[in-house]
């Protein structure tokens, strides 16, 4: 199947697909064709059925010889057929017809084989001492030759089918076109008997291409990495130019990883350790030594469609170096010395080690993942994940011993640790105070602990404080900003002793409320504008929660206050007209705030609506007299009414 490609028709192909958005957007949106043919492969340009990939390094290993060829079968070849259709459609004016022209198919090709160079090669060859990419390591370091990329078809547009008929090219030169969708008796070819059963509609895709390669100088130890993430029914020969003594020394199958850049991919955050990858035996491989000396590496990824998407990693490690002795096991540096002490955060069956922790501790010429690693308590039952990592039943503290054998029966010898719940945690009182009293006390026979300890709620805390426990000690733990609801205590420990024993980390509920404390209001300033009074205020939640305010005012009817205005923290509300309430004097402003929680303040004040002050010139006197000035007794009695034009007291409820 097609997802992506374009017209060329008497253009370039880079300009067509630019000028197009609507079409670049099935490359994964917008950009370049640089940009986004850089983030696909060739099986998201063709889902075939089957594929074979020479690929022949050359002698000064900078660069491989290329030669693929894909099978497209029964509804695949349908698919193709009619995404390109509909692919073409408002780009040409035959597209989305029901039909393929040569001419189309033609165009398109050129296209794919100018997206294919951009495009991910899913192979690195890098020499050196083995590696399994991580940090600092670009393992997919190889390129496609920017000329020189052909990509030949057979059949996608049926020469022999019999519902061909006649096109106008648009490249003077002979041009038919075949139905997108064959009829049901699939008669791709007139001159092949249906009754052998064969896909006369089946379409054949050639590729040569140069392969660039950067990183090999020294090919004596060298790895060749491979991203089969869904890949079906494919095989990979990588033949290598003579060296004598080359041989394959460490072959495995890592899962999870999938093609693309790491940035957004799932298990890219730490590299595998090598030898310690357990595959699901979806590839496998095989070695071939030719007559010319030289050594062919064949790869067979086969993963199952159903399961798609679906990462993996192969690496291959070749040497020239002799094959080392068969030493038994060892214990790594990272491995815990005996008698340590391994905290888990509560008894029954506990999760105890990842298989990349366990991995870690052991190193073998064969890898880690051909050993055989055994675990077992006397006191307790221990099991293995599908994922291979190892559970324990934690009744008060188990020992539990562990050790490697190889396929020669050879030991790592056994070391002994201790397992179990080394904490108590408790509090005097589930209301929440700051800072909150924490009880933590140290489990028999634990030795010191390295304890952090934060009020949390729910999720990791961004500080915490840290404490040395070594029987029982009572805290006091901030819990500044802490919003209203439950509140948790979230707790992270190792031994001091012995750091590398691991930690434990566990969120504790112990009932702990933070409760909501009611909204704050406060009573601000007063003005007349015209004939209105507006009165405003200041509000706030001690815990910063949104409040929601109501204003009544005693004897005064809804409909003769405004709309309440908010803005930050402050309020405003206007009493419209105030002079024509039946009743002059003061009257009881009430002003209610409730907090999400459902706290609420009341708090009332006495206004007045006495005082309106006089407009100069007779306010609402519509007589053409003039009014003479006001006597200095009448300027300083309006000027009083402007100060005290609402007289208040505060109460508190």
């Known amino acids: 199947m097609i997802v992506m490609i374009s017209s060329v028709l008497h253009s370039g192909s880079q300009s067509i697909l630019e000028n197009e958005p609507d079409r670049m957007e099935q490359f994964g949106g917008g950009g370049s064709i640089e940009d986004q043919c850089g983030a696909i492969t060739f099986e998201d340009m063709f889902i075939y059925d089957k594929a074979i990939f020479d690929v022949r390094i050359q002698d000064d290993w900078k660069s491989a010889e290329v030669r693929a060829k894909a099978w497209i079968n029964w509804t695949h070849a349908d698919d193709i057929r009619e995404d390109l259709d509909a692919y073409l459609e408002d780009i040409i004016p035959s597209g989305g017809d029901g039909w393929l022209s040569t001419d189309e198919v033609g165009s398109v090709i050129l296209i794919a084989a100018d997206c294919l160079q951009y495009s991910i090669t899913r192979i690195g060859i890098r020499d050196g001492s083995p590696h399994r990419g991580g940090t600092g390591v670009d393992w997919q370091n190889t390129t496609w030759q920017d000329e020189g990329m052909e990509i030949e078809q057979y059949n996608g547009v049926p020469p022999r089918h019999s519902e061909k008929r006649d096109c106008n090219s648009s490249f003077d030169g002979e041009c038919y076109e075949v139905p997108v969708i064959p009829s049901s008796e699939r008669d791709c070819d007139t001159e092949i008997n ?47 130019p003579t060296i004598p003594d080359l041989r394959l020394d460490e072959w495995e199958e890592c899962e999870g990883r999938f093609v693309g850049s790491d940035e957004e991919n799932p298990m890219t955050d730490s590299a595998p350790i090598r030898g310690s990858c357990i595959g699901d035996s979806s590839t496998y491989h095989e070695l071939s030594n030719n007559g010319d000396g030289s050594l062919t590496y064949s790869l067979f990824p086969n993963s199952n469609r159903e399961n798609w998407p679906l990462g993996e990693d192969i690496f291959a490690d070749f040497t020239t170096s002799p094959i080392p002795v068969d030493n038994p096991p060892e214990w790594t540096q990272s491995a815990p010395p005996n008698g340590t002490w391994f905290p888990v955060s509560e008894e029954g069956q506990s999760k105890w080690l990842t298989w ?72 005097s009182t589930q209301i929440l105070t700051n800072p909150h009293p924490i ?39 901030s819990s500044a900003g802490v919003a209203p609801g439950p509140v948790f205590v979230w707790i992270h420990a190792s031994v001091s002793e012995n750091p590398n024993g691991g930690y434990m980390e566990k969120i504790f509920d112990l009932g702990i409320t933070k409760e909501s404390l009611p909204p704050q209001i406060y009573f601000s300033t007063t003005s007349w504008e015209g004939s209105s ?36 923290n402050t309020w405003e509300i206007e009493w419209l007209n105030p002079e024509l309430s039946a009743t002059l004097g ?44 006001l006597p200095a007794s009448g300027l300083v009695s309006v000027s009083m009414s402007f100060l005290v034009a609402i007289m208040y007291g505060r109460r508190r409820e």
Not at 206 to 230: C, K, M
């Open 439 to 477: 009880l933590v006390s140290l489990n028999a026979g634990w030795p010191s602990m390295t304890v952090q300890v934060a009020i949390s709620q729910g999720d990791s805390p961004t500080g915490f404080e840290s404490f040395e426990i070594n029987s029982e000690m009572s805290l006091s733990i």
């Open 533 to 568: 009074l507006k009165i405003s205020g200041q509000f706030s939640d001690p815990d910063g929660e949104e409040v929601t305010l109501n204003i009544a005012i005693s004897g005064v009817s809804p409909e003769n206050l405004g709309e309440l205005d908010i803005g930050g």
């Open 586 to 629: 003061d009257h009881e402003l009430s002003v209610t705030g409730c907090d999400e929680s459902g706290k609420c303040t009341t708090e009332k004040f006495v206004v007045s609506n006495e005082g309106m002050p006089v407009t100069p010139g007779g306010g609402n006197d519509e007589s053409d007299e003039i009014n003479e000035p």
């Open 356 to 427: 990349q922790d366990l991995s870690a501790w052991f190193d073998d010429e064969s890898g880690v993942s051909s050993l055989d690693i055994e675990c077992d308590s006397d006191a307790s039952a221990i099991s293995q994940s599908i994922d291979r990592s190892l559970w324990v039943n934690v009744e008060g503290t188990v020992e539990v011993s562990c050790g490697a054998t190889d396929a020669m029966d050879q030991s790592s010898g056994n070391r002994t640790w201790i397992i179990g719940v080394p904490l108590t945690i408790s509090t």
């Open 194 to 240: 249906q009754s052998l059963g064969l896909d006369e509609c089946r379409v054949v895709l050639w590729l040569n291409a140069t392969l660039e390669i950067d990183g090999v100088d020294d090919p004596n130890d060298f790895t060749v990495s491979f991203n089969s993430s869904n890949m079906s029914n494919a095989k990979l020969n990588f033949t290598f």
